[in-house]
Nanobody
Framework: QVQLVESGGGLVQAGGSLRLSCRGS????????MGWFRQAPGKEREFVAA???????NYANSVKDRFTISRDNAKNTGYLQMNSLKPEDTAVYYC?????????????????WGQGTQVTVSS
């Protein structure tokens, strides 16, 4: 069983930056891909970014060139660096892991989910 815990969310002005962290428990964290998804109020959860076991990456078009996903396997931690934030980036951000080795954009590919962290971008 793998547990994922996100941190780093908060309130930031448009144009600002935040870095989210996702710490995983268990030795299998580095063996699988890790993804970030988000859910805005009244909307379905959507893909943001993913990183595979071999560090290949995949980004949603809406965040490409603004967000960067990375991981530190020695710390069992993944990161999402978010720059040039926009009000439309406001959402609860979830990390996901396990179940797949490639950086998938599909929720169903992932076996484990964190509880989410709120990101609010003010205009």
């Amino acid at each position: 069983q793998v547990q994922l815990v996100e941190s780093g969310g908060g309130l930031v002005q448009a144009g600002g930056s935040l870095r989210l962290s996702c710490r995983g428990s268990g030795r299998t964290f580095s063996a699988y891909a890790m993804g970030w998804f988000r859910q805005a109020p009244g909307k379905e959860r959507e893909f943001v970014a993913a990183i595979g076991r071999s560090d290949g990456t995949n980004y949603a078009n809406s965040v490409k060139d603004r967000f960067t996903i990375s991981r530190d396997n020695a710390k069992n931690t993944g990161y999402l660096q978010m720059n040039s934030l926009k009000p439309e980036d406001t959402a609860v951000y979830y990390c996901a892991g396990g179940g797949i080795i490639n950086p998938s954009a599909y929720e169903s590919a992932y076996a484990y989910w964190g509880q989410g962290t709120q990101v609010t971008v003010s205009s």
